[in-house]
Each structure stands twice: as C-alpha cells, then as structure tokens.
T-cell receptor, first 122, second 107 residues
Framework: QVQLVQSGADVKKPGASVMVSCKASGYTFTSYYMHWVRQAPGQGLEWMGRIDTHSGGTDCAQKFQGRVTMTRDTSINTAYMGLNTLTSDDTAIYHCAASLVPGVGVRSFDHWGQGTLITVSS | DIQMIQSPSSLSASAGDRVTITCRASHDISNHLAWYQQKPGKVPELLIYAASTLQSGVPSRFSGRGSGTDFTLTISSLQPEDIATYYC?????????FGPGTKVDFK
C-alpha cells in the first residue's frame, strides 16, 4: 500500500532553517510529483510547492520563493522540503502529498504524509 | 494567481439535513477542482476530484457539481461523522490553491 512517512517534529529558533523529509513506498516514486502543504495552528491548508520527482524540477507558491528548497533522493524514494529564515509565522504542520489518482489531468492529493510539526520559537 | 473563495465559512446543521458548500474560482479552471474533508487533528482526505468524481470509498451522500468558476459540494443527509472542515482546491495549474475552508458542525 502507498505510504508517505515524514520526519519527526522539530523546534527551531527564529532565523534558522529546517528540513522535512518524506519517504514514499508502495508506488513508483519517480512517476508522480510530490507536493508540500502546510497548516498553521487553527488555520487552513496552504499549498507551498511541488517537485517533479523524475527531473527534480520545482514550482513553488510566490510567497515562498527564495525561502523554500525542494529536493529528492531517488535512490531512497525520499523527498525533502527545506525552509530558511524561519519566523514564528512558519509554525505549522507540514505535509507532503501525492496524487496517484488515475485520469488525464487529475492532480488532486489522494495520499498524504502524517504531517510534521515545526515550531519556531525563541 | 487565481483565488478560491468558499462560502459559508461555517455552518450549523442537524443530522439528516442537506448541506451545500460553494467554491468560486476567480478564473476559469474547467473541472480541475477537488474537495477535501479534514477532521480535527487528522490529515485531510480527498472526497471528490474532477469537480464531480467521488473518490473510492467515499459515501454516496457526498456529491460535487460545477465547472468553470462555480462549484458546489453537497452532503445529502448530514451524519455525525461528517462534522469536519471542508476545503476546495484548484489543480489546473500552479499554484494549487486551497479555499479557506468551511467548518461544518451540528446545530
């Protein structure tokens, strides 16, 4: 079965950087994009960006440009999301998500990682 | 970027009620829209994709309609396990923006 297993919670100080990992299993990792979505406490879902796990190419939301890095290691079927210059506004649960839904042009997220809580606090 | 607007932001209904949530895109997104359900403390779950296709395993009381800019999610008969926040999401092109969510609870 498809599984996305993320790294554990972390606490960072303002100005620091963080990296979250997402290990995929149960499907061909390089055939599907990996997306990153975050959710601040009590807030809604926010799409951050995606990585083409085959080519390594990335797209990200404008508000994260210059601050987010998305990479992957195809030898271990793992995607990574790095975020730098952290502030308290970056305190959130970060999810990886993938769309394995069949159908041309369907890119909704049917598989999600369990989420990684990143707390930014001095 | 295309904005996604949901209404209402919250609603209260009774068990058995018909509930409808609206999602509007600021530009035409064809049928490239998904609906998700998120229960407190849980990971979001895909309910509907391609605006009206029910994800496998989702109860048939959920349905989606729409195309272009206007979409609806309907729960035909609200059940206790449907208490959650519902999000729409566009996926025609990046960014894959989510709507702000609609919180559904019991009256």
């Amino acid at each position: 079965q498809v599984q996305l297993v993320q790294s554990g919670a972390d606490v960072k100080k303002p100005g620091a950087s963080v990296m979250v990992s997402c290990k995929a299993s149960g499907y061909t990792f390089t055939s599907y994009y990996m997306h990153w979505v975050r959710q601040a406490p009590g807030q809604g879902l926010e799409w951050m960006g995606r990585i083409d796990t085959h080519s390594g190419g990335t797209d990200c939301a404008q508000k994260f440009q210059g601050r987010v890095t998305m990479t992957r290691d195809t030898s271990i079927n793992t995607a990574y999301m790095g975020l730098n210059t952290l502030t308290s506004d970056d305190t959130a649960i970060y999810h990886c998500a993938a769309s394995l839904v069949p159908g041309v042009g369907v890119r909704s997220f049917d598989h999600w990682g369990q989420g990684t809580l990143i707390t930014v606090s001095s | 970027d295309i904005q996604m607007i949901q209404s209402p932001s919250s609603l209260s209904a009774s068990a058995g009620d018909r509930v409808t949530i609206t999602c509007r895109a600021s530009h035409d997104i064809s049928n490239h829209l998904a609906w998700y359900q998120q229960k407190p403390g849980k990971v979001p779950e895909l309910l509907i994709y391609a605006a009206s296709t029910l994800q496998s395993g989702v109860p048939s009381r959920f349905s989606g309609r729409g195309s272009g800019t206007d979409f609806t999610l309907t729960i035909s008969s609200l059940q206790p396990e449907d208490i959650a926040t519902y999000y729409c999401q566009k996926y025609d092109s990046v960014p894959f923006t989510f709507g702000p969510g609609t919180k559904v609870d019991f009256k």
